[in-house]
C-alpha cells in the first residue's frame, strides 16, 4: 500500500485526524474536523454534530482539483434563466421568430461585462425574453441538469422566477409544466435529484407577488419552495412580510436573497420577518457580528456563489472573498453558480476556482459539500444517504 493509499484508509469516524504536514501559514484554522454542538433551530434539520473529516486532510495541493470536480454536491442556488447559454438564446429566438439586438453569439457575450446586480438583471431579464413554449423551458433545465450531473451535482435545487415569464403573457402552466418535466426526466435519465423554488421578483410589488402565488398554487405538487430575488437595494425582505406568511401557512420551504449587496438588516428581516430557513448569497453578514453570531448558532445555510460575486463586483478580486472567514466563523456555507452562463462557470468552476484563488483545502471541500447537503430541503434519510455517499468518495479517492 503506497503511502496516499495508506493516508486514505484513516477515515472514519471515530479517528484523529493525522498531523498537520504544512506549513503553520496552510494548517487549516477552520471549526472543519472539530467535534461541535450546534444549536437545535426548530425548523432547521441540520443536523447537531459535525463528524470528523479525516480522509484526503494531507491531499497534495495538485490532487485538490480532481477532488472538488468529483466529489458528490448539492446545488442550492441556481436561477434557471441564468443558465441560458447565448448559444441557447440565440436558437431559441430563431425557432421563435424573434430578433435580438445582437448581431452574434460573441456580440452578447461581449455584453457581459458587469458593474454591479441591476447591470446584470437588465441583460439577464432580456435574455430570458426568448423563451416562449413549455419546450424552450425544458430544453433550458435539460442542459443545465446535463452541466450538473457532469459536476458531480447529485441534487440541485432550482430557482425560477415566473413574473420574468407571465408579465410577457406566458402562462404558469408553460413555465412550471416545462422546468417540471425536465427535473422529472433528470432523475431517471441522469441521476440528478431536481426540485422547483419559485421566486418573487423584489422590484415588483407584494400585490403582485400574491397574484403570482395564486397562479402558480395549481401546481402547488410541482414546486417545493419560494425565494426572493432581483434588485435587492431599496426592497427589503419586509415588504413581502404578508406573502412569506401565506407561503408558510401554505407549507412551502422559505428561502430569500439578502445580503449580496444589500447591508445585515436585510439578512435579519430575512430571517426575523419573513423566517426564512437560508439566506441566497448573506455574505455582507460578516460586517455585522451580532448577526455572525446567530447565523452561526442556528446554523443557517448561506448559498454563497463566488463567481457572481466576482463578476457583480461584490469583492474586487476572487482571493478578497470571504467564503473561508464564513466557515471559520461555523457558518453553514455552501458553494452554488447563481447564473452560470452569465458569471463564467458551474459548480465546478466556483469549486476550483475558488479554492485556487483563497487556498482552501480539502477538509474545507468536504465541509462544503456535506453543508450542502444539509442544507437541502430533503428528509433526513436522504440527507444521510447524500452524506453516505460523500464519505465513501472521500474515503476511497486516490
Ligand atoms: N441576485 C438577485 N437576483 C438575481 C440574481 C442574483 O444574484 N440572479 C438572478 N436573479
Ligand atoms: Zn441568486
Known amino acids: 500500500m503506497g503511502p496516499r493509499a495508506k493516508a486514505l484508509r484513516t477515515v472514519g469516524r471515530s479517528l484523529p485526524p493525522p498531523p498537520v504536514q504544512r506549513a503553520s501559514s496552510e494548517i487549516n484554522r477552520s471549526p472543519v474536523g472539530e467535534k461541535r454542538n450546534i444549536t437545535e433551530n426548530p425548523g432547521n434539520s441540520l443536523s447537531r454534530t459535525q463528524t470528523p473529516m479525516t480522509a484526503q486532510q494531507n491531499l497534495p495541493a495538485d490532487r485538490l482539483p480532481e477532488l472538488l470536480r468529483g466529489m458528490p454536491k448539492a446545488e442550492l442556488h441556481i436561477h434557471i434563466e441564468g443558465s441560458l447559454e447565448p448559444e441557447l438564446i440565440f436558437q431559441m429566438a430563431q425557432r421563435n421568430g424573434l430578433t435580438l439586438p445582437y448581431a452574434s453569439v460573441d456580440d452578447l457575450r461581449r455584453a ?21 413554449t413549455e419546450q424552450d423551458f425544458y430544453d433550458m433545465a435539460w442542459a443545465y ?5 457532469a459536476d458531480h451535482v447529485v441534487h440541485a435545487e432550482i430557482f425560477f422566477d415566473p413574473q420574468t415569464h407571465t408579465a410577457r403573457g406566458v402562462s404558469m402552466q408553460t413555465v412550471i409544466q416545462g422546468l417540471h418535466r425536465a427535473c422529472e426526466a433528470a432523475r431517471s435519465a441522469l441521476g440528478v435529484q431536481a426540485r422547483l423554488i419559485l421566486c418573487f421578483l423584489r422590484h415588483l410589488s407584494e400585490q403582485d407577488a400574491f397574484e403570482t402565488l395564486e397562479q402558480a398554487l395549481p401546481y402547488r405538487d410541482q414546486f417545493i419552495g419560494v425565494g426572493l430575488d432581483s434588485s435587492e437595494l431599496g426592497h427589503p425582505p419586509e415588504k413581502f412580510a404578508k406573502v412569506f406568511a401565506r407561503c408558510r401557512e401554505l407549507g412551502l420551504r422559505l428561502v430569500a436573497h439578502a445580503g449580496e449587496e444589500g447591508p445585515p438588516a436585510y439578512v435579519w428581516s430575512a430571517l426575523d420577518v419573513l423566517h ?11 460586517k455585522d457580528p451580532e448577526l455572525m453570531k446567530r447565523l452561526a448558532r442556528d446554523r443557517i445555510p448561506l448559498t454563497v456563489c463566488p463567481l457572481s460575486n466576482l463578476k457583480l463586483c461584490v469583492f474586487p478580486r476572487l482571493a478578497d472573498h470571504n467564503l473561508r472567514q464564513l466557515l471559520d466563523a461555523g457558518l453553514a456555507a455552501t458553494v452554488n453558480s447563481d447564473d452560470p452562463a452569465y458569471f463564467g462557470g458551474y459548480m465546478n468552476a466556483n469549486f476550483t ?8 483545502t480539502a477538509a474545507h471541500a468536504y465541509q462544503l459539500a456535506r453543508n450542502s447537503f444539509e442544507a437541502s430541503f430533503v428528509d433526513a434519510a436522504a440527507k444521510a ?5 460523500l464519505d465513501a468518495f472521500f474515503a476511497t479517492f486516490q
Open 353 to 360: 476556482e475558488t479554492f485556487a484563488a483563497t487556498g482552501l
Open 385 to 389: 444517504a447524500y452524506i453516505e455517499r
Open 112 to 132: 457581459y461585462a458587469f458593474t454591479n446586480l441591476q447591470s446584470f438583471l437588465d441583460i439577464y431579464y432580456a435574455g430570458a425574453s426568448v423563451l416562449q
Open 145 to 149: 441538469l446535463e452541466r450538473a450531473r
Open 276 to 286: 426564512v430557513e437560508r439566506i441566497d448569497h448573506g455574505v455582507q453578514s460578516v
